[in-house]
């Protein structure tokens, strides 16, 4: 699985709230348009800029706060191809996972990416190119490579089970 | 090299190598939703694999503890939804009337030691209690669980915590579990199992334990252990009916990532300030401060021996004026017992507004919530601005509640 994209650069502790507005939890549940709120309140000109394939690229514990399951869901229906940081909370990690959005923790290679470049992955060899150079990464785990490959832990399932 | 408790834990759920850091598909031996999140776990089981039936209904439950009986059209519907799904599949619910979800898995002999459980309650971890792992997981991931009867996991590393010294009256479990939080902070455990060791440990009785795992959450942790003594084997045999009941026990060679001291010798009863319950001090630094409400109960702090403890202070006392005393205790089982063994009759002579039992103000549920300016002593395990109510909670130990609601300010147990 092999990715490019242009980079969008955030910084450290972006939490649920901002990735998808708290206050559309209840009012919003249609993925497309939850898509169009993503990261409303943290970059306005993310939502309407974003292309697919886009990755974003952020500092530490990426995704903490509340457990919904929508932050991941709206990254994914906006497109997103991967999120790179330096860490992750192990809830946004899980449901990242299970929405079929790729992850890659990286300790060194989000200092140096720029905002606007455009970097490629490579996830089965754990390498990251961007205009600074190659960062490795450990691979994801084979049974999370497995789920992201279907396209999120449900197609997984259908896979899984013989439905499709 | 030797195993951990998660380890072994896991290992036996998946039948292959377990090392910190692997993700591993692991069968589950219960699956739960509650009222919270359960219609969503029903839309999305119905989305995503219609006309299926569970993978089995026997090892499913629901377990409705946040808004019960439901006071509010959404709930009421939620509520409904789930039940009428779970008469298609044959699935068990435990109804607005029994209580906490994770206390009835304990209580009725459905988890025992070495279990997994998942559910979507993000404090299902303190099955610790028992020695087995309760996660708390998204609607997404109980759907399939519900399907499947498994779930992907990515074995944690482990912190062994040590404690030193005994607890004496009146400090009580949950002043040694917020002197463990106040040590290892909101992210001490991030993404981490514990294990707690140590001669207190060891005296810990169920209720005490319960109190203890159920805060790991609070530490950033994934689950955190105490390895099961006599009391705690010999209450999983009888209420499961099963002859033979083992603990895992981790090994004497097991890898730890960490290891933290904490020696309680000296230990003063504790309080949380508002809005952060990590932000852990001496009772006697909060003293004076007037206080409007008391919260009693929650998976934390609303078992038999905490109302016992809250009774023996309130006994032939009054509530100072003024102040709102909610007690819910945590399961039906418990409020029966008040009932029938007097000490309802103690509670209520006091001034105390005993309701049936559920998780109270600590889900945002019905009884326990504050209004703006309001001060709330609670029992429970999250004081995050808004969590329960516009008030400022603090945390405390059931005796530090009822000491400082007969004077009506924070008050410290061991100076009165």
Redesign the interface.
């Given at each position: 699985m092999k990715l490019k994209g242009k980079v969008w650069k955030y910084g450290d502790d972006i939490n649920t709230d901002v990735i998808f507005p708290g206050k559309y939890t209840y009012t919003i549940s249609d993925p497309e348009e939850m898509a169009k709120h993503s990261l409303e309140d943290l970059d306005p000109a993310f939502a309407s800029g974003v292309s697919k394939g886009d990755i974003i690229v952020a500092g530490k514990n990426f995704g903490c706060g509340s457990?919904?399951?929508q932050a991941a869901t709206c990254l994914k229906y906006a497109g997103v191809g991967a999120v790179v940081a330096k860490s992750f909370s192990?809830?946004f990690f899980?449901?990242a996972?299970?929405?079929g959005l790729p992850l890659i923790q990286s300790a060194d290679a989000p200092d140096n990416i720029k905002p606007g470049e455009v970097i490629t992955i490579d996830f089965e060899k754990g390498k990251l190119t961007c205009e600074q150079g190659v960062f490795t990464f450990p691979p994801l785990?084979?049974?999370?490579m497995g789920?992201l490959q279907s396209g999120g832990?449900?197609p997984y399932?259908r896979k899984?089970?013989g439905t499709e | 090299m030797g195993k951990t408790i998660v380890e072994k834990i896991i290992a036996r759920h998946c039948r292959e190598e377990v090392t910190p850091g692997k993700v591993v598909w692991v069968d589950i031996d219960l699956r739960t939703a509650r009222d919270f999140g359960g219609a969503n776990v029903v839309e999305n089981f119905r989305r995503n694999y219609p006309e299926d039936r569970v993978a089995d209904a026997a090892k499913t439950f629901f377990t409705f503890d946040c808004v019960v009986p439901a006071n509010n059209i959404p709930y009421a519907n939620n509520q409904q939804i789930c039940r009428d799904f779970a008469q298609q599949q044959g699935i068990k619910v435990s109804d607005v009337d029994q209580g906490i979800g994770s206390h009835i898995l304990i209580d009725k002999g459905l988890c025992l030691p070495g279990y997994i459980a998942v559910g979507t309650d993000s404090h299902l971890n303190l099955l610790g209690a028992l020695g087995a792992l309760g996660q708390g997981m998204g609607d997404v991931d109980i759907a399939f669980a519900f399907r499947t009867g498994k779930t992907w996991f990515e074995v944690p590393e482990t912190i062994k915590v040590v404690v030193k010294g005994k607890l004496f009256p009146p400090l009580s479990p949950k002043d040694l579990t917020l002197a463990i939080l106040k040590r290892l902070g909101s992210k001490g455990a991030l993404g981490k199992s514990i294990e707690f060791y140590g001669e207190a440990m060891d005296s810990l009785g169920l209720d005490g334990r319960i109190t203890l795992a159920s805060m790991v959450t609070e530490m950033g942790g994934i689950a955190g252990f105490i390895t099961p003594n006599q009391e705690v084997l010999d209450y999983c045999r009888a209420r499961s009916g099963r002859e033979k009941i083992e603990a895992v026990v981790a090994d004497p060679d097991a890898h730890y990532c960490q290891t933290i001291e904490i020696d309680i010798a000296g230990l003063k009863p504790q309080i949380s300030l508002p809005y952060q319950p990590s932000k852990v001090v001496d009772v006697e630094e909060a003293k004076g401060e007037r206080v409007n409400s008391i919260f009693l109960g929650s998976c934390t702090n609303g078992r038999w021996e905490d109302f016992k403890v809250v009774a023996s202070i309130l006994k032939g006392r009054r509530v100072y004026e003024g102040v709102m005393f909610k007690a819910v205790p945590s399961t039906r089982e418990v409020y029966g017992r008040l009932l029938k063994e007097g000490l309802s009759e103690a509670l209520f002579d006091a001034g105390v507004i005993l309701t049936s039992s559920g998780c109270g103000g600590c889900a945002s549920g019905q009884v326990g919530m504050t209004g703006e300016g309001e001060v709330q002593l609670s029992t429970g395990n999250r004081n995050f601005k808004g969590k329960q109510g516009a008030g400022r909670t603090f945390l405390v130990s059931p005796a530090t509640a009822a000491v400082s609601a007969l004077n009506g300010k924070i008050t410290s147990p061991d100076k009165v």
């Open positions: 457990s919904r399951e192990r809830i899980r449901n996972i299970n929405a785990p084979e049974e999370v789920i832990l449900i399932t899984l089970l | -």
